[in-house]
Protein backbone atom coordinates (compact mmCIF):
# COMPACT_ATOMS: atom_id res chain seq x y z
CA UNK A 1 0.00 0.00 0.00
CA UNK A 2 1.05 3.39 -0.17
CA UNK A 3 -0.28 6.78 0.44
CA UNK A 4 -2.80 6.65 -2.26
CA UNK A 5 -3.47 3.13 -3.46
CA UNK A 6 -4.73 0.53 -1.12
CA UNK A 7 -4.40 -1.97 -3.54
CA UNK A 8 -1.94 -4.95 -2.88
CA UNK A 9 0.64 -5.51 -5.01
CA UNK A 10 -0.22 -8.17 -6.84
CA UNK A 11 -3.68 -6.83 -7.55
CA UNK A 12 -1.94 -4.56 -9.82
CA UNK A 13 -0.92 -5.58 -13.09
CA UNK A 14 2.41 -4.46 -14.79
CA UNK A 15 0.81 -2.76 -17.43
CA UNK A 16 -1.47 0.32 -17.09
CA UNK A 17 -3.65 1.99 -18.84
CA UNK A 18 -4.26 5.74 -17.61
CA UNK A 19 -7.65 7.77 -18.41
CA UNK A 20 -7.53 11.02 -16.40
CA UNK A 21 -10.67 10.05 -15.24
CA UNK A 22 -12.12 7.82 -12.81
CA UNK A 23 -15.15 6.89 -14.49
CA UNK A 24 -13.28 6.46 -17.97
CA UNK A 25 -11.22 3.97 -15.65
CA UNK A 26 -14.74 2.14 -14.75
CA UNK A 27 -16.18 2.33 -18.28
CA UNK A 28 -13.43 1.02 -19.47
CA UNK A 29 -13.19 -1.91 -16.85
CA UNK A 30 -17.30 -2.28 -17.82
CA UNK A 31 -16.85 -2.31 -21.37
CA UNK A 32 -13.69 -4.36 -22.43
CA UNK A 33 -12.57 -6.18 -19.53
CA UNK A 34 -13.37 -9.52 -18.19
CA UNK A 35 -13.11 -10.94 -14.31
CA UNK A 36 -12.28 -7.71 -13.26
CA UNK A 37 -12.31 -6.22 -9.67
CA UNK A 38 -11.81 -2.91 -8.25
CA UNK A 39 -8.05 -2.56 -6.79
CA UNK A 40 -8.50 0.94 -5.83
CA UNK A 41 -11.11 3.36 -4.56
CA UNK A 42 -8.75 5.99 -2.28
CA UNK A 43 -9.65 9.45 -3.16
CA UNK A 44 -11.89 7.86 -5.74
CA UNK A 45 -9.04 7.53 -7.99
CA UNK A 46 -10.58 4.21 -9.45
CA UNK A 47 -8.24 1.44 -10.57
CA UNK A 48 -9.64 -2.49 -11.56
CA UNK A 49 -7.49 -4.92 -13.03
CA UNK A 50 -8.98 -7.40 -15.63
CA UNK A 51 -8.01 -9.33 -18.78
CA UNK A 52 -8.31 -7.80 -22.13
CA UNK A 53 -8.68 -10.39 -24.10
CA UNK A 54 -6.46 -13.03 -21.41
CA UNK A 55 -4.15 -10.47 -21.59
CA UNK A 56 -3.96 -9.24 -17.68
CA UNK A 57 -4.44 -5.50 -17.27
CA UNK A 58 -4.60 -2.28 -14.83
CA UNK A 59 -6.89 0.54 -16.06
CA UNK A 60 -6.13 3.39 -13.38
CA UNK A 61 -7.25 7.03 -12.94
CA UNK A 62 -4.90 9.68 -12.87
CA UNK A 63 -6.56 12.62 -12.16
CA UNK A 64 -6.10 15.92 -13.90
CA UNK A 65 -2.33 17.71 -14.10
CA UNK A 66 1.10 17.08 -13.92
CA UNK A 67 1.55 16.85 -9.74
CA UNK A 68 -1.60 14.36 -9.89
CA UNK A 69 -0.35 12.09 -12.47
CA UNK A 70 3.09 12.15 -11.23
CA UNK A 71 2.26 10.83 -7.90
CA UNK A 72 0.27 7.96 -8.95
CA UNK A 73 2.63 7.09 -12.21
CA UNK A 74 5.40 7.28 -9.34
CA UNK A 75 3.56 4.37 -6.86
CA UNK A 76 3.21 2.65 -9.61
CA UNK A 77 6.47 2.39 -11.31
CA UNK A 78 7.81 2.23 -7.97
CA UNK A 79 6.06 0.46 -5.73
CA UNK A 80 4.03 -1.82 -7.61
CA UNK A 81 6.28 -2.80 -10.38
CA UNK A 82 4.85 -1.63 -12.73
CA UNK A 83 6.44 -1.59 -16.09
CA UNK A 84 4.77 -0.01 -18.67
CA UNK A 85 1.65 2.80 -18.35
CA UNK A 86 -0.34 4.08 -21.43
CA UNK A 87 -1.94 7.26 -21.12
CA UNK A 88 -5.52 7.76 -22.91
CA UNK A 89 -6.89 11.22 -22.87
CA UNK A 90 -7.93 13.94 -24.76
CA UNK A 91 -6.06 17.29 -25.72
CA UNK A 92 -6.31 20.94 -27.10
CA UNK A 93 -5.45 21.17 -30.78
CA UNK A 94 -3.07 24.12 -31.72
CA UNK A 95 -3.77 24.02 -35.57
CA UNK A 96 -7.12 23.93 -37.89
CA UNK A 97 -5.02 20.85 -39.78
CA UNK A 98 -6.15 18.69 -36.52
CA UNK A 99 -9.75 17.79 -36.56
CA UNK A 100 -11.88 16.98 -33.54
CA UNK A 101 -11.73 13.53 -32.52
CA UNK A 102 -8.33 13.08 -34.55
CA UNK A 103 -5.75 10.98 -32.60
CA UNK A 104 -2.04 12.05 -31.49
CA UNK A 105 0.26 9.38 -30.50
CA UNK A 106 2.75 11.78 -27.94
CA UNK A 107 6.16 11.24 -29.43
CA UNK A 108 7.82 14.09 -27.33
CA UNK A 109 6.18 16.63 -24.09
CA UNK A 110 6.86 19.85 -24.34
CA UNK A 111 6.67 21.36 -21.16
CA UNK A 112 7.49 24.68 -18.92
CA UNK A 113 6.59 22.49 -16.05
CA UNK A 114 9.27 22.06 -13.30
CA UNK A 115 8.04 18.55 -11.89
CA UNK A 116 10.86 17.24 -13.63
CA UNK A 117 13.40 19.25 -12.63
CA UNK A 118 11.90 19.22 -8.95
CA UNK A 119 11.80 15.33 -9.09
CA UNK A 120 15.23 14.23 -10.30
CA UNK A 121 16.57 17.34 -11.57
CA UNK A 122 15.99 17.41 -15.14
CA UNK A 123 16.82 20.47 -16.96
CA UNK A 124 15.28 19.97 -20.43
CA UNK A 125 11.81 20.91 -21.19
CA UNK A 126 10.96 17.90 -23.68
CA UNK A 127 10.97 14.42 -22.70
CA UNK A 128 10.38 11.90 -24.77
CA UNK A 129 7.64 8.38 -24.36
CA UNK A 130 9.12 5.52 -25.23
CA UNK A 131 10.07 4.55 -28.88
CA UNK A 132 9.57 0.43 -28.46
CA UNK A 133 5.63 1.49 -27.13
CA UNK A 134 5.23 3.62 -29.58
CA UNK A 135 6.49 1.19 -32.74
CA UNK A 136 3.93 -1.35 -31.15
CA UNK A 137 1.31 1.24 -31.67
CA UNK A 138 1.91 2.56 -34.77
CA UNK A 139 2.18 -1.42 -36.08
CA UNK A 140 -1.03 -1.83 -33.92
CA UNK A 141 -3.14 1.51 -35.70
CA UNK A 142 -2.07 0.43 -39.41
CA UNK A 143 -3.63 -2.82 -38.89
CA UNK A 144 -7.21 -1.52 -37.49
CA UNK A 145 -6.73 1.47 -40.09
CA UNK A 146 -6.79 3.79 -37.47
CA UNK A 147 -5.42 7.23 -38.65
CA UNK A 148 -2.51 8.52 -36.13
CA UNK A 149 -1.25 12.18 -35.86
CA UNK A 150 2.57 11.17 -34.50
CA UNK A 151 4.80 14.22 -32.98
CA UNK A 152 5.01 16.73 -29.91
CA UNK A 153 2.67 18.12 -27.51
CA UNK A 154 2.70 20.78 -25.43
CA UNK A 155 2.11 19.91 -21.94
CA UNK A 156 0.92 22.90 -19.84
CA UNK A 157 -0.11 23.08 -15.94
CA UNK A 158 -2.18 26.38 -16.50
CA UNK A 159 -5.76 25.37 -18.29
CA UNK A 160 -6.96 28.80 -18.29
CA UNK A 161 -4.99 31.48 -20.05
CA UNK A 162 -5.73 35.03 -20.24
CA UNK A 163 -3.40 35.36 -23.21
CA UNK A 164 -2.74 31.33 -24.84
CA UNK A 165 0.16 31.92 -27.22
CA UNK A 166 -0.56 28.27 -28.71
CA UNK A 167 0.19 29.83 -32.33
CA UNK A 168 3.54 30.11 -30.97
CA UNK A 169 4.09 26.98 -29.44
CA UNK A 170 2.81 25.01 -32.98
CA UNK A 171 5.13 27.07 -35.21
CA UNK A 172 8.29 27.72 -33.38
CA UNK A 173 7.69 24.70 -31.54
CA UNK A 174 5.45 22.20 -33.14
CA UNK A 175 3.39 21.47 -30.36
CA UNK A 176 0.05 20.52 -32.06
CA UNK A 177 -2.06 20.00 -29.19
CA UNK A 178 -2.13 20.48 -25.75
CA UNK A 179 -2.87 18.13 -22.47
CA UNK A 180 -1.38 18.19 -19.17
CA UNK A 181 -0.34 15.32 -17.44
CA UNK A 182 2.45 13.66 -20.29
CA UNK A 183 5.52 15.72 -19.05
CA UNK A 184 5.36 13.93 -15.09
CA UNK A 185 4.60 10.64 -16.73
CA UNK A 186 7.51 10.32 -18.90
CA UNK A 187 9.75 12.01 -16.37
CA UNK A 188 8.43 9.45 -14.09
CA UNK A 189 9.14 6.27 -16.68
CA UNK A 190 12.39 7.69 -17.42
CA UNK A 191 13.99 8.12 -14.19
CA UNK A 192 12.39 4.89 -12.66
CA UNK A 193 13.70 2.97 -16.15
CA UNK A 194 10.26 2.62 -17.02
CA UNK A 195 7.79 2.69 -20.11
CA UNK A 196 5.18 4.79 -21.27
CA UNK A 197 3.40 6.59 -24.01
CA UNK A 198 0.27 8.51 -24.60
CA UNK A 199 -2.57 8.47 -26.74
CA UNK A 200 -4.23 11.43 -27.18
CA UNK A 201 -8.29 12.18 -29.03
CA UNK A 202 -8.82 16.31 -30.11
CA UNK A 203 -11.61 17.09 -28.27
CA UNK A 204 -11.04 20.43 -28.52
CA UNK A 205 -9.28 23.12 -31.43
CA UNK A 206 -8.06 26.20 -29.93
CA UNK A 207 -7.64 27.91 -33.45
CA UNK A 208 -10.89 26.47 -35.04
CA UNK A 209 -12.81 27.30 -31.43
CA UNK A 210 -14.64 23.82 -32.28
CA UNK A 211 -15.80 21.98 -28.85
CA UNK A 212 -17.16 18.24 -28.58
CA UNK A 213 -20.28 17.41 -26.46
CA UNK A 214 -19.41 15.17 -23.41
CA UNK A 215 -21.18 12.59 -25.47
CA UNK A 216 -19.39 12.78 -29.00
CA UNK A 217 -16.29 12.14 -26.36
CA UNK A 218 -17.07 9.37 -25.51
CA UNK A 219 -17.61 7.81 -28.73
CA UNK A 220 -14.47 9.49 -29.92
CA UNK A 221 -12.38 7.66 -26.65
CA UNK A 222 -13.82 4.11 -28.31
CA UNK A 223 -11.29 4.48 -30.43
CA UNK A 224 -8.77 5.69 -28.53
CA UNK A 225 -9.19 3.03 -25.98
CA UNK A 226 -9.33 -0.01 -28.75
CA UNK A 227 -5.45 1.44 -30.08
CA UNK A 228 -4.12 1.15 -26.25
CA UNK A 229 -6.04 -2.33 -25.73
CA UNK A 230 -4.72 -3.74 -29.07
CA UNK A 231 -1.58 -2.33 -28.38
CA UNK A 232 -0.93 -4.50 -25.09
CA UNK A 233 -1.32 -7.53 -26.63
N1 LIG B 1 -5.88 22.57 -22.47
C1 LIG B 1 -5.31 21.68 -21.64
N2 LIG B 1 -5.70 20.42 -21.57
C2 LIG B 1 -6.69 20.03 -22.37
C3 LIG B 1 -7.31 20.91 -23.26
C4 LIG B 1 -6.87 22.24 -23.30
O1 LIG B 1 -7.40 23.07 -24.06
N3 LIG B 1 -8.28 20.22 -23.91
C5 LIG B 1 -8.22 18.95 -23.43
N4 LIG B 1 -7.27 18.84 -22.51
Redesign the pocket.
Known sequence: MTPHIEAKKEDIASIVIMPGDPLRAKYIAENYLTDYMLVNDVRNMLAYTGYYKGKRVTVMASGMGNPSMGIYSYELFKFYDVDTIIRVG???AYTKNLNLYDLILVEESYSDSNYAFVQNGFKDKIITSSSELNEVIIQKSKELNINLNIGRIHC?DV?YKDNNPFKELYEKYNCLA???ETFALFSNAKYLNKKATCILTV??N?ETKEETTSEERQNAFTQMIELALESIL
Do not use: A, H, K, V
Open positions: SCGTFTEMSDL
